[in-house]
């Protein structure tokens, strides 16, 4: 049951700070997106099996399991590699990018981020 575009499509947001996520999750909830957030990469592929994300930003710095290596996991997956993902980064780095792309991420955002470029980001890479 597809309804409009926006308020079915599932967004999942990845980062260890509470506040990261607690922000992105107000912002696109009033956007109308359905959103779903973990603490780390761990955390995050258990959630993904359960939800099926339509877009996936996810924090680099984080414990246990970093962005990059949750970023490969997820797109190593026969089930989910289709699924966009933007790293989060507060270094906005060459280095960071092209390490980014390597592990198949879409996209690149530096925080602090907007509300328009989290949004941009989720028109331009979920039909």
Known sequence: MQ???TNSLKVMVIDDSKTIRRTAETLLQREGYDVVTAV????????????NPDIIFIDIMM??????????????SQQYQGVPIIML????????????????SDEYLTKPF???????????HVA
């Open 40 to 51: 780390d990469g761990f955390e995050a592929l258990s959630k993904i099996a359960e939800t």
């Open 3 to 5: 309804e409009d575009n």
């Open 114 to 124: 907007s509300k328009d470029e989290l949004v941009a980001a989720i028109r331009m």
């Open 63 to 76: 414990p246990r399991l970093d962005g990059y290596q949750t970023c490969a996991l997820i797109k190593n």
């Open 89 to 104: 980064s507060s270094k906005d780095g060459l280095f960071d990018r092209a390490k980014g792309r390597i592990v198949g």
